[in-house]
């Protein structure tokens, strides 16, 4: 079979790539050149463009299928699949799980409805990111009908998540001491090993699927997990605090706290129903290996403190330490 990859350097589209020629199909990357240079993988063939600037490279082209990684803004979704409608036999585009409309609602089906975009020349990705994804599904819809399969993931981990939303944990787990971790009042959490993802999405293509189908991985419980991040780490110590405690001192779920959601408006996320994929043939490898894994390849990057996208830095938890024990003395 072969692949056109839109991205495919950086994250995701890495581990697709990887995937795809494990199975001895035949990669093609368009990317732009700025997370990896050419060369990355060996073998695969590369398109050095931007899609927001000029499909032209891709025209006389032809492909099995093409996967769009990187889709954020419905105009250039649009472009794209529409430069491709006639040398590509199915567009798989990824979205998100943060399509819906009401998020707050507990075991969400495929079929819930999605949000609006309020503004369709928006520029703004933030609080809009949902919405967007909603609206680059429909586009690649438009144009592709019954030959477009969309795939919603929740949170995406494992080695090479430059955004630490994760890595955080088992980084952390690794440096021992005082770990400051959130009492929550319900402590269950989703996330899905990008391997996982990338070996289905493979498989689904290799099937010629097409639909909608969620991706959340598996049900986790937090305090499971933070205790695995920290195992064999004999000086390790987990302090945990109420999340009011964390609220008051204004730590910012997910981005101070990875993984900690207080507000009832999203914890629907972490219940949506992954039935449909699962019957597709989506497995998870252990909580343990995907920690394993990540923690590694976190320490190759000798990142340092303030380099960090996510998670307390050490000064901060350290003062909030202080804060904690002073409060319950």
């Known amino acids: 079979m072969k692949v056109l990859i839109i991205g495919g350097t950086r994250f995701l589209g890495r581990h697709l790539a990887e995937s795809f020629l494990r199975n001895n199909h035949e990669v093609t990357l368009f990317h732009r050149g700025k997370t990896a240079a050419p060369g990355l993988f060996q073998g695969v ?47 798989l585009f990824v979205s998100s799980v943060s399509v819906y409309e009401d998020q707050s609602v507990r075991y969400l089906t495929e079929e819930a409805r999605t949000a609006v975009l309020k503004d369709p020349d928006t520029t703004e990705i933030g609080e809009n990111y949902g ?112 999340e009011s405690f964390l609220v008051e001192e204004k730590v910012r779920e997910w981005v101070d706290m990875p993984l900690w959601i207080s507000s ?11 039935t449909k994929a699962i019957n597709k043939g989506l497995v998870f490898r252990s909580m343990e290996e995907t920690i394993q894994d990540t923690a590694a390849w976190s320490r190759s990057r000798n990142l340092d403190q303030d380099d960090w996208k996510a998670g307390l830095h050490p000064d901060k938890e350290a003062d909030l330490l202080q804060k904690w024990k002073q409060k319950v003395k």
């Not at 629907?268 to 129903?273: I, T």
């Open 45 to 91: 063939a590369e398109i050095i463009g931007d899609r927001e600037q000029d499909l032209s490279p891709l025209e006389k082209r032809s492909w099995d299928a093409v996967i769009d990684t990187c889709g954020y803004f419905p105009k250039h979704v649009r472009k794209s699949a529409e430069a491709l409608r006639e040398n590509v036999s199915s567009y």
């Open 131 to 242: 919405a967007l994804k909603a609206a680059c599904e429909k586009e690649v819809q438009k144009v592709f009908g019954e030959q477009a399969l969309i795939i919603r993931p929740g949170l995406i981990v494992g080695p090479h998540d430059y955004t630490d939303r994760f890595t955080y944990w088992p980084h952390r787990g690794a440096q021992g001491g005082e770990i400051l971790v959130p009492e929550m009042k319900d402590p269950t959490i989703r996330f899905i090993d990008a391997r996982d993802l990338a070996d289905w999405i493979v498989r689904m293509a290799e099937n010629q699927e097409n639909g909608v189908y969620q991706a959340v991985g598996g049900s986790y419980n937090f305090n499971d997990f933070v205790q695995q991040c920290i195992a064999n780490q004999n000086a390790a110590a987990i302090v945990s605090v109420p």
């Open 264 to 274: 009832e408006e999203y914890r629907g996320l972490d219940y949506a129903d992954d």
